[in-house]
Nanobody, 115 residues
């Protein structure tokens, strides 16, 4: 079993920045991938950014150039640095990790960007 603890969400004005963190603990061997998804009110949960075991990354088109995903393997932690935030970035951000073929989700952290 893997536990994920997210932190770093909050309220920010448009143009501002936030950094999300997701720390994993439990039965960890190696992560296939770690990443972030978000869900806006009334919408489905969509991928924002993902980083794979080899270090390759993918971003949603809407966040390219503004968000950066990184990971600290020693701390089993994944980060999402969000800059130039826009009101449409508002939503609940969920940490997602895959290990040993199993997907785990965090409880979510709210990000609200005011115009």
């Amino acid at each position: 079993q893997v536990q994920l603890v997210e932190s770093g969400g909050g309220l920010v004005q448009a143009g501002g920045s936030l950094r999300l963190s997701c720390a994993a603990s439990g039965s960890i061997f190696s992560f296939n991938s770690m990443g972030w998804h978000r869900q806006a009110p009334g919408r489905q949960r969509d991928m924002v950014a993902i980083i794979r075991n080899g270090g390759s990354t993918n971003y949603a088109d809407s966040v390219k150039g503004r968000f950066t995903i990184s990971r600290d393997n020693a701390k089993n932690t994944v980060y999402l640095q969000m800059s130039d935030l826009k009101p449409e970035d508002t939503g609940v951000y969920y940490c997602r990790v895959m290990t040993a073929g199993i997907v785990y989700w965090g409880q979510g952290t709210q990000v609200t960007v005011s115009s």
